[in-house]
């Protein structure tokens, strides 16, 4: 029988081992959102801080529904591979960097406790886009939003990140302990920012003696983040135990890019991430706006047109030549709705970002990328199809995407077979397009439908008659025809 991975597990000689004793560090991160990204990015610079500089940083893990993460790592001691791949060859790494993991159901007291310890200097957050409650027309709370509702509700049991915070900074301020840092590592637009406006407001709901307390004394610095990282297969679990020679149930696999860029602003501390490569600046949204318009975008645009052209993974949309000349026309016009960048060649990060697509080793599925597309369109399509549209730019790779997201949201493929949406807004998007009878009410639907298409594209004829006419060839067409005409 295999062993299983342990804090004392003999390592193969190929396999990194931590640099440093994790048990000689204590806890200084509570991170909410334990999921294979947060294994592969955040926990990965935070090994390589604690290799080269020490200190109180080891994380506690917590994951907010699922109690499988907690199950996974607990009985190897938080110990877990983290294998790389790229065109060069495949690496792996054991990190030591999660000292405890727990659920929220299983585990509040302790939670709570950890996030009321002066120790916790720092809570970093990974829990997508739709995890917050965010109400995208004013920044502030979405009270329909069953986490956001819950928390008001019973403002002693939160099952949210907004109750979680709320509670922790209101016991560190009675108890005269500094505020932690709360540090937001998704894909949200100043996230930062964006982060203490929303909170501030679930406060003036909640809390409202906290409002001023969190919107001045608590620090929101924003983040970009960038590493691919597959949703885990059996076939990650496999590559693992060929690898180490132990069985590791919460293995993660990930390309060997990666890339931090942190505004540096910890009043209580940070670790050394610099470490690791993480870049620190003054102004991370030049940064934050590349990827997004960039990576993102071309993700869910390839996702989506992808997905429905019988392609299950990325790798294989961009050994699609028509599909991967539209990556390409995408990524183009993407960049050209960006400021210049110091030391940034969009050209170059184009480049990178078409090699990095087609690796080879990673199974990542077009289907996992077009969940929650009415939480990423916005940033990731809409907002830079806005400014090509205020700037006279072409308007076609992004009318495009439209047009793919509105041809997924049918829940059919070209030969009828459904599928699930796998979106916060399923139902409103599926009562919407029902009984749509064509390109133009189909459109007119999803463009209606509140806080999603800024007006001025919604309302701009240009637009809407670019993403019509490439909606009518895809349902009259199929998909693979429609993609061939684009890119013809």
């Given at each position: ?7 004392t597990?003999?390592l193969?000689?190929?396999v990194?081992?931590?640099?440093y004793a994790?048990?000689a560090h204590?806890?200084g991160?509570v ?16 090994e390589?801080?604690?290799?080269a ?5 080891r ?11 907690a ?6 001691e ?5 294998i ?9 790494r054991?990190?030591?960097a ?7 159901a299983?585990a509040r ?11 916790t200097?720092?809570v970093?957050?990974?829990v997508t ?11 502030g ?8 509702a819950?928390?008001?509700a ?7 990140v ?13 108890a005269?302990?500094?505020?932690f840092?709360?540090?937001c590592?998704?894909?949200l ?5 964006m982060?203490?406006g929303?909170?501030?407001d ?5 809390a409202?003696?906290?409002a001023?307390?969190i919107?001045?004394?608590v ?7 960038d590493?691919i990282t ?9 590559l ?5 020679g ?6 993660v696999?990930?390309?060997t890019f990666?890339?931090?860029v942190?505004e540096d602003h910890?009043p209580t501390g940070r670790p050394?991430w610099?470490a ?6 003054t102004?991370?949204?030049?940064f934050e706006d ?18 429905l052209?019988?392609h299950?993974?990325?790798r ?12 390409a ?8 709705t ?6 940034v060649?969009f050209a170059a990060y184009?480049?990178?970002?078409t090699t990095?697509?087609a ?6 599925a077009?289907?996992?990328i077009a969940?929650?597309?009415t ?5 990731r399509?809409?907002a830079?199809a806005l ?22 949201t049918?829940?059919?493929?070209d ?7 796998r979106?916060?807004r399923?139902a409103a ?5 029902s009984?749509a ?6 459109a007119?639907?999803?463009f ?7 007006a001025?594209?919604?309302?701009d ?7 019509i006419?490439?909606?009518d060839?895809m349902l ?5 025809a ?7």
């Amino acid at each position: 029988m295999t062993a299983r991975l342990s804090a004392t597990s003999p390592l193969p000689e190929a396999v990194t081992a931590p640099g440093y004793a994790p048990q000689a560090h204590g806890m200084g991160i509570v991170h909410i959102g334990l999921g294979a990204f947060h294994k592969a990015h955040q926990a990965a610079y935070t090994e390589d801080a604690l290799a080269a500089a020490g200190g109180d940083w080891r994380i506690f893990g917590v994951s907010l529904r699922s109690p499988d993460p907690a199950a996974e790592l607990t009985p190897q001691e938080g110990r877990y591979t983290l294998i790389e791949r790229g065109a060069e060859g495949t690496s792996a790494r054991v990190i030591g960097a999660i000292a405890r993991a727990a659920c929220l159901a299983d585990a509040r007291a302790e939670i709570t406790a950890a996030l009321a310890d002066p120790a916790t200097r720092i809570v970093s957050l990974t829990v997508t886009e739709k995890g917050y409650g965010i109400d995208r027309a004013t920044g502030g709370i979405d009270r329909s939003h069953p986490a956001i509702a819950h928390d008001l509700a019973h403002p002693d049991a939160p099952q949210g990140v907004a109750g979680l915070l709320l509670q922790a900074l209101a016991a560190r301020r009675a108890a005269g302990i500094p505020a932690f840092t709360v540090l937001c590592c998704d894909n949200l637009p100043e996230n930062g920012p964006m982060l203490r406006g929303w909170l501030t407001d679930f406060a003036r709901a909640a809390a409202p003696d906290l409002a001023d307390h969190i919107a001045t004394e608590v620090a929101f610095p924003a983040t970009m983040v960038d590493r691919i990282t597959p949703a885990r297969t059996d076939a990650t679990l496999a590559l693992a135990r060929q690898l180490t020679g132990l069985e590791d149930a919460a293995a993660v696999e990930t390309e060997t890019f990666r890339q931090w860029v942190i505004e540096d602003h910890f009043p209580t501390g940070r670790p050394a991430w610099e470490a690791g490569g993480a870049i620190f600046a003054t102004d991370v949204r030049p940064f934050e706006d590349m990827k997004l318009r960039m990576l993102n975008g071309a993700h869910s645009m390839l996702a989506y047109a992808g997905f429905l052209a019988g392609h299950d993974f990325v790798r294989d949309v961009m050994g699609d030549a028509a599909l991967a000349r539209l990556v390409a026309r995408h990524l183009d016009a993407a960049a050209a709705t960006l400021a210049p960048l110091d030391g940034v060649d969009f050209a170059a990060y184009a480049t990178a970002l078409t090699t990095r697509f087609a690796n080879p080793h990673l199974a990542h599925a077009t289907y996992q990328i077009a969940m929650d597309g009415t939480e990423k369109l916005p940033q990731r399509i809409l907002a830079p199809a806005l400014l090509a549209q205020a700037q006279g730019q072409p308007l076609d790779a992004f009318a495009f995407a439209t047009a793919a997201w509105m041809r997924y949201t049918l829940g059919r493929h070209d030969d009828g077979t459904a599928y699930a949406l796998r979106d916060p807004r399923e139902a409103a998007l599926t009562k919407a397009v029902s009984g749509a009878d064509g390109a133009e009410a189909v459109a007119g639907a999803l463009f209606a439908l509140p806080g999603l298409v800024p007006a001025a594209l919604a309302q701009d004829a240009t637009f809407r008659t670019a993403v019509i006419t490439r909606l009518d060839r895809m349902l009259r067409d199929g998909m693979p025809a429609a993609i061939a005409a684009e890119a013809a």
